[in-house]
């Protein structure tokens, strides 16, 4: 089988000329920090998802940060989450002086398993912070049955759930905020760039508030022809807020969302139709009352099967080259919360076991059908030199 001397990356970014004017623009247009373009994005934003009110941030990680704080998460509060997640989800539950309480996922899809969240639940727990792993919905009935029943708020981690819908409803207006990301891997990008999205349109004037350091009007009001206005600081406030620079590319990206998913899927179903004769690795699951947002394609590798680990099967793939990359290690098992939250390491043993079995491969529009197939065999024959 011949290797092909160009690198098949993990991932690449697309942008079109009218990512590229609408940048010139804005550089033109005399305001490139927050302004016009994000309120543009923002409103297109709502529209798409259906929900009634979107903040732009600087980032997903942002919009966990405001979520956190707006909805009164601090010292000492639980936060039931998963462990199989980018570190940003539970470091800010840290760092705005919570608790990452973790909850073991479930096998089919990675997501946190919704049916031992309850036994979680103590006194102290004040939010459940689902990760929508891979763009697969988590359940959301259950979750929501739960904070109803204790009394908790929900924020969800859609970074990777943009096109996803839960049982016809679209990620963004379920629970009580809603955090994406258009991080240079990301399903729409903007380089850097978050939202935050909600049907409390309170919620998020909060938010628009402590995006920018608590004051209460946005900088482009202030200057923007409507007459002098002092601003006053109403709150403690971050410094988060998306900028035009990052909603000019957004704007743009958003209206390819529907077609780079389109792409995605296509690629998936046929790695899954070329995966599923191999028992040496296993494909995550779609469940029938969701649509996944096909964010990453992700392998559980069979151990017993196969006579190299997942890091060698790993390195086989580069020596084809092949970008992967792995979507996640359990955190309970990266050094700082091994160190920090000690008492968390062994809890969770699915996701530990899977941290060492699993592995992403390359998923985004621009792969060619000849990319596809590339991925495909180079696969199947890394599984074929190396089956037990
Ligand atoms: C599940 C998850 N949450 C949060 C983030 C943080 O996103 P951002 O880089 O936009 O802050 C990421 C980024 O990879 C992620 O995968």
Redesign the pocket.
């Known amino acids: 089988m011949k290797i092909r001397k160009e690198m098949l990356k993990f991932h690449q970014y697309y942008f079109g000329e009218e990512e590229i004017n609408e940048v010139i623009d804005t550089l033109r247009s005399g305001w490139i920090t927050l302004g016009p373009k994000t309120k543009r994005f923002e409103d297109d934003f709502c529209q798409y998802l259906g929900c009634r009110s979107a903040a732009g941030v600087y980032?997903?990680?942002?919009?966990?940060t405001l979520s956190l704080a707006a909805l009164g998460i601090g010292q000492g509060d639980e936060v039931i989450t998963t462990p199989i997640?980018?570190p940003?989800?539970t470091n800010e539950i840290l760092l705005c002086g919570g608790i990452p309480v973790f909850v073991d996922v479930e096998p089919g899809t990675l997501n946190f398993d919704a049916n031992k969240i309850e036994e979680k639940v103590t006194e102290k727990t004040k939010a459940i912070l689902p990760?929508h792993?891979a763009g697969h919905p988590c359940d959301m009935d259950k979750i929501l049955e739960i904070a109803k029943k204790y009394g908790l708020v929900v924020i969800e981690?859609a970074?990777?759930a943009l096109e996803a819908s839960y049982k016809g409803r679209k990620i963004g207006s379920i629970g009580d905020a809603t955090?994406f990301?258009?991080?240079a891997?990301?399903n729409i990008t903007t380089g850097?760039?978050?939202m935050l999205t909600s049907n409390n349109e309170e919620l998020i004037d909060k938010i628009k508030i402590l995006r920018l350091h608590g004051i209460s009007r946005d900088a482009w009001k202030r200057y923007g022809g409507e007459g002098f206005k002092y601003w006053e600081q109403v709150a403690l406030g971050h410094k988060c807020n998306m900028f035009d620079i990052q909603a000019a590319l957004g704007i743009h990206q958003l209206k390819r969302v529907d077609l780079f998913w389109e792409k995605r899927k296509i690629i998936c179903e046929k790695y899954d139709a070329a995966f599923s004769n191999f028992p040496e690795i296993k494909p995550l699951e779609v469940k029938k009352d969701v649509k996944s947002a096909y964010h990453i394609y992700v392998i559980v590798l069979d151990k017993d099967r196969l006579k190299i680990s997942r890091d060698e099967f790993i390195d086989e793939l580069m020596k084809r080259r092949i970008g992967s990359a792995i979507?996640?290690r359990s955190l309970t098992l990266q050094p700082y919360y091994k160190e920090r939250l000690p008492e968390v390491v062994g809890t969770v043993p699915l996701a530990e076991s899977l941290s060492d079995r699993i592995l992403s491969l390359p998923l985004y529009p621009t792969m060619s059908d000849s990319d596809t197939q590339y991925v495909v065999d180079m696969v199947t024959d890394t599984i074929e030199k190396n089956r037990l």
């Not at 980032?59 to 966990?64: F, M």
């Open positions: 980032s997903c990680t942002s919009a966990l997640t980018f940003a989800t990760v792993f981690d970074a990777h955090c990301s258009f991080y891997t990301k850097e760039g978050g979507h996640f």
